[in-house]
């Protein structure tokens, strides 16, 4: 695999997914395996907002259960990586640098956003993390512009993570109890996810970013859009006006809960290739 690092969009789920990984767990298994080990990565989570951008460098991380009402095994699961505060003044002089804010707190503490993908991807918990917690009133335009700040760090050995979710109505997931996790699709969920793999494919950027009049159920996939911002942070970090992306994962929770996985950039179809070149366990 190049050195360079592809920016990545990974659909986290429930939290429950930490616990019953399904298809997307075998997936980040297999991404760790096929990808460079980052020297850093630099998380963007739904579950970590703020009303400006905030580098969150503490030296140590802990893992929050930032959930209620789940199984008592699910409190028990660690992820404490390590912080990454050095390359905290890297990361805010870019950012700067392009006239957008940021600050910097020595606060730490990674969400179940970051930690549950990442424990399957490199379970170790010995790469350090650094979040950057963002505005969710930003648009998917200011986002990515955000993301395009952070291309140089492709280069330097630091992975650009962006976790959300593909689709993310939980009033439809759970309303009137939830459903089998292994429940078929409905179709407006397979219209979008289908629509976004096409635009994605085609770098067709004016739409991905105007996706709420655009996409088809735009606005019923993501009654609110936090869970789909962090995708446009790393999609900018692929560099360029019109970075490729690539879907390099797509699978389903709950009928309507997309675990889609998404790669940006120039190294984006050289980590794609290896990963289509290993069979899925199982």
């Known amino acids: 695999m190049p050195d360079t690092l592809a920016p990545l969009f990974l659909s986290h789920g429930s939290p429950m997914t930490a616990l019953e990984p399904r298809e997307a767990g ?9 990808m460079a080990r980052p020297r850093v990565i630099l998380a963007i ?9 905030v580098l969150m460098a503490a030296a140590q991380h802990t893992t929050v259960h930032d959930f209620s009402g789940f199984p008592e095994p699910l409190y028990r699961l660690r992820y404490d990586a ?7 003044p890297r990361v805010a002089g870019l950012v700067a640098a392009a006239g957008l804010p940021v600050h910097t707190t020595t606060d ?20 350090p993390v650094l979040p950057l917690a963002f505005p969710p009133d930003w648009t998917p335009a200011r986002l990515f512009a955000l993301g395009q700040t952070l291309a140089p760090l492709a280069d330097e050995g630091v992975l ?4 959300g979710s593909l689709t993310h109505n939980l009033r439809m997931v759970f309303s009137g109890g939830r459903p089998p996790i292994d429940a078929p699709e409905i179709a407006e969920s397979a219209a979008f996810r289908r629509w976004w793999a096409e635009r994605s494919a085609a770098a067709d950027w004016p739409a991905l970013l105007d996706y709420r009049r655009q996409a088809p159920h735009g606005v019923l996939m993501h009654p609110t859009d936090e869970h789909l911002l962090p995708f446009y942070v790393a999609a900018g970090a692929g560099g360029g006006q019109r970075p490729a992306a690539r879907r390099i994962h797509a699978s389903l929770t709950y009928g309507c809960l997309a675990m889609d996985a998404y790669a940006f950039g120039p190294a984006a179809a050289a980590l794609a290739q290896a990963l289509e070149a290993v069979p899925v366990a199982g």
């Open 160 to 163: 650009v993570y962006g976790s």
């Open 45 to 53: 989570s739904a579950h970590s907002l703020t009303r400006e951008p």
């Open 82 to 88: 390590p912080g990454a505060p050095e390359l905290a």
């Open 108 to 127: 730490g503490g990674l969400d179940h956003g970051i930690w549950a993908p990442l424990r399957f991807v490199w379970p170790g918990a010995d790469i």
């Open 26 to 34: 075998a997936f980040w298994q297999r991404l760790g395996a096929m």
